[in-house]
């Protein structure tokens, strides 16, 4: 089992609908989550952090963090073509030191 | 202020060969991650450094070492290089060991 799981995809939505992306994970003892963005070719571009059950907002973007059921989800409203991009759910356990697990990332394409 | 800045942008280099590849972190970031990247997968963790010290290996062989300097900067060292290896290498800086990373534009490295 791998530590973090995403739907590779491809997920797509139309312009201004609302995208949701979700990550399960493995240690149940895990305390950071985080989403980072990446267009192709770039690097992952942190979007989102979140430590606590429940959810944060920010801007049009909002994660939700479920501890019990060790799922954690990134929700894009107004989606943009300037979303599309792949999605990575990155996870820190709590028996691995300090590195975080990254999921393999969910393709977004967003139709104007 | 400048982000992560990684050096060199692009390299190839032939098998058997040694690389070196060099990370400075965001002024006042003390903690310095590497992370490879293979196309279609999340990054996967190599080390991280803090306070010039390591606090985490990833599963790698010893092939790949580094280091971190006064300064906080850090280079990545692989030798006797793999077809395998090539990859995008990311290194990521952060405040402290449990914030969110933000990641360099990376190097890519093409082994032939």
């Known amino acids: 089992q791998k530590e973090v799981e995403q739907n590779s995809g491809p997920l797509s939505v139309p312009e201004g609908a609302i995208a949701s992306l979700n990550c399960t994970y493995s240690?149940?003892?895990?305390?950071?989550f985080f989403w980072y963005r990446q267009y192709s070719g770039k690097s992952p571009e942190l979007i989102m952090s979140?430590?606590?059950?429940g959810d944060k907002e920010d801007g049009r973007f909002t994660a939700q963090l479920n501890k019990a059921s060790q799922y954690v989800s990134l929700l894009i409203r107004d989606s943009q073509p300037s979303d599309s991009a792949t999605y990575l759910c990155?996870?820190?356990?709590?028996?691995?030191?300090?590195?975080?697990?990254f999921g393999t990332g969910t393709s977004l394409t967003v139709i104007p | 202020d400048a982000g992560v800045t990684q050096s060199p942008t692009h390299l190839i280099k032939t098998r058997g060969q040694h690389v070196t590849l060099r990370c400075s972190p965001i002024?006042?970031?003390?903690?310095v991650s590497w992370y490879q990247q293979v196309l279609g997968q999340g990054p996967q963790f190599i080390f991280q450094?803090?306070?010039?010290?390591?606090?985490g290996r990833g599963n790698f062989p010893d092939r790949f070492s580094a280091r971190q300097f006064p300064n906080y900067s850090s280079e990545l060292n692989v030798n006797a290089l793999l077809l395998g290896d090539s990859a995008l290498y990311l290194c990521?800086?952060?405040?402290?060991?449990?914030?969110?990373?933000?990641f360099g534009s990376g190097t890519r490295l093409t082994v032939v």
């Open positions: 002024s006042g970031h003390k903690s």
């Open positions: 990155a996870v820190r356990p709590t028996n691995t030191g300090n590195q975080f697990y």
């Open positions: 240690d149940r003892g895990s305390q950071s």
């Open positions: 990521a800086s952060s405040p402290d060991v449990n914030y969110g990373y933000t």
């Open positions: 450094y803090y306070e010039k010290e390591e606090r």
């Open positions: 979140i430590y606590s059950n």
